[in-house]
Structure formats: C-alpha cells, structure tokens
C-alpha cells in the first residue's frame, strides 16, 4: 500500500507504478536521506512537536537502517523511491513511532535537501580529483622546462614554446575548473526543508536547527522556489561540461602527439588497446574515449536545462529526472579525472622529435622582425621583409638558422652577424621571459604559484 493511498480507491495500474518508480536511480542518496531525517526527527523533538524520546528511537533507528544497507545487511528494494524505502524500514521496526518522521515535511522538500546534501559531496570529490590531476600535470611539466615543441595556431606552426609551458595551460583551466565547482557548492550549500510541498508548514519548526546540524550556513527564504529550484544542478552539470571540454582539448592533442605523423609521444601499453584486424596498432582508445565522453556530460547538461525551461512554480514530477543527469555528469566526471591522472604518468616523451618540430616551419619568423624592429625598422616593414625571407627559404629548401648572414643581408642591410645567434630554437623561448612566457625561469616560477594554488584547493 502506498503512503499517499488513502485518497484512492483502487491501486496504480502496474505499468504506470513502473514507470514512476525512482528508486533504481535515487537509491544512491540513501545516506543523505538518512542525514537529513535525522536532523529533522532532532529537530521536531527539540520543538516539542513530538515526544523527545520519540526523537531518539527514530534517530537511533534510521543510524541502524543507514549501517544494515551500508553493510549489505538491508537490500533496497520494493519502494517507489528511496525516501519511501527508508521511511517503510522506519515504520517496520518501530511501529506508530516511525509515522511520525514525515511531520512538517513534503516529499518536494526532502528531496531538495537529499541532493544538495549528496552535490554537496559530489563537489568536494570532484575538486579533490582536480587537485591529484593538477599536481600530476605540475610534476610532469618540471621535468620538460627544456624540451622544446612548436606552439600551433590555426594548427600551423607558430613559435616554439616548452612542454612544460604547454601543460601548464590545462592546469590554469583546471584551476578555473575548480574554483567553478568550490562557486558552484556556496549555491548548492543553501538548505531548503522546511519548504514543504510549496507553502512551508504551519508546525513551530526551527529551519536554523536543521540547518546547523547539517552544516549549512543558510536556509532558503521562499518555499516555492525552496522545493522548485534546480539552479545548483544546471550550474554543477556546466562546470561539469567546462571541466570536460578541458580534458577533452588536451586528450585530442594526445591523440594526434601520438600519430607517426607527429610522433611526439609513445602511448604505454597499460593505457592504449590494439586492433583486432591490424596487428601493428596502438590505439588511443582511454583518450578518444574520454574525448567522447564529454559530448554525454554535453547532454546532461542540456537535458537539465530543457526539463527546467517550461516548468510553473512549484514542484511538478518531472523534476525526478534531475537526479540521473546530475548523476551521470559526476560518475562520468570522476571516472574521466582517475583514468587521465594515472594515464599521463605513462606517457613516452620524445624530446629529440618535439625539438625538431620546434625548429620546423620557421618558427623564428617573429624573432627574426622583432630584430629588425630593435634596429629601428617600423614593424609592418619588417613583417614584409620577413616574409619574402621566408619565402627564399621554402623555395630553397632552407631553414631561418640555415641562412648565412649574406643571405640575410641580401634582404636587409640592418641584418648582422648577431642574427645567428638569435634564430636558435633555445635562445627563442630563452627570450621569452614576460611573464605568461615559455622561458624556463618564467615556467619555473608559474609552477611555483600553480603548486600553491593546487594545494590550496
């Protein structure tokens, strides 16, 4: 029989009690359903709304029914959702006195507290994942502040950076990452029992109690949008889909490191699989799946934002579906942050192939106007001279540091002798010293400020 039958007169159709059926997703949040009855039962026996040793046998049992299903004693199942499981466990072990847990509560603002108190958690993993990623970039990035690659735009190549410059970019957005999410949990930190299905209660509840129990520093200030707010969730799936689109950039510059084509890296094989029809394959496979997962937390997110955009105040069933959206960005999230921490330690760089595609493409180019520009030439005339000096080199087949001073010369008199010692791929990132730059000292005192901001989170 269910709690709310006493208004029907016959039973739910068993296809529709199926399909409304919540339990096999919500049953995760038996631990936060369990935390937040608690703290209510405390509450209404501290109010007097019922017997103070009523209270505590309800606390003492939900304590026991949260250690029978944690130890696999008390199996979940048979209920419409988890609050209704636990409240029936309630009720069979301690009779009448079990009833009176639901006073001056709504299912709607118990499950608003049931997922904040679980996002909440969900948060804290997620940045702590963050931080194990980011001192494992940090670590790597120190060993190559001198192995030198080419910095790309429009995929071309640029000017040649560092390794270590390079990795150090996806620790800044992973930082920005974390500081989304530590945002993101002052708006998920707002406690809104007390709401009731929409218009609050009339017994003397203290919401303040509640809240300082379960340690959150405010309650919500209008019951409607108490139970009918899912902005916390919207946000938490769109820090999600930032964080993913972050791995995703960097495992697809793996993926194409990794191409005989680049030949930047070696995959290990603890983190690669192979074909079954090509025998000499390595694939990318935990990189171009992480790459494609981020188009499902894309989803996610868009699926939250479209089961919001039409719904009236307060709460209306469809708002059940949050929960697998929510759940899938996190479980997704986390499992993408474990495997690419332990993938990147496993990685063969090789520093000889990267030093080569630094010095390709004339990536000294800028280098060689901004020389000009110092001995006084204005910068669009030394772009054009630049450029046709490129050109003589493609059509000679020469590279920028293969050029003798003559044939530098030959385009501009302001050239000299010191011009070959500027054009060397070292001496470039040397040069580069602003901070923000790839020369080693400037990387070596970010890492400095990554590793704190890192161990601050």
Known sequence: ?????????????????????????????????????????????????????EAEAICAALSDIFYDIKNGKLRIADAEDIHMFIEEALTDRLGQVGKKLHTGRSRNDQVALDIRLYMRDAVSEIIARIKTLCE?????????????????????????????????????MLLRDAERFADCRKRINVMPLGSGACTSTSYPINRNRVAQLLDFPRITQNS???????????????ACSLLMMHLSRCNEEIIYWATDEFGFITLSDAFSTGSSIMPQKKNPDMNELIRGKTGRVYGDLVALLTLMKGLPLAYNKDMQEDKEAIFDCEDTVKQCLEVFTDLLPSLTFHADVMAKGAAGGYTAATDCADYLVKKGMPFRDAHRVVGQLVHYCVESGKSLEELSV?????????????????????RLVAARSATGGPAKKTVERHLQKLRKATAAL
């Open 406 to 426: 003559e044939e530098y010369q030959s385009f501009s008199d302001l050239f000299a002798s010191d011009i070959l010692k500027t054009v060397p791929i070292d």
């Open 136 to 172: 494992t970039l940090c670590d790597i990035a120190a060993q190559h502040t001198e192995t030198f690659m080419p910095a790309y735009t429009h995929m071309q190549k640029a000017q040649p950076t560092t390794l270590a410059h390079h990795l150090t970019a996806y620790c800044e």
């Open 224 to 238: 409607l949008d108490g139970v009918s707010d899912r902005d916390f969730a919207v946000e938490f799936a769109a």
């Open 1 to 53: 029989m269910k709690m709310w039958s006493g208004r029907f007169q016959s039973a739910l159709n068993e296809q529709a009690d199926a399909f409304q059926r919540s339990l096999p997703v919500d049953k995760r949040l038996y631990k936060h359903d369990i935390m937040g009855s608690i703290a209510h039962a405390t509450m209404l026996g501290e109010c007097g709304i019922i017997e103070p040793s």
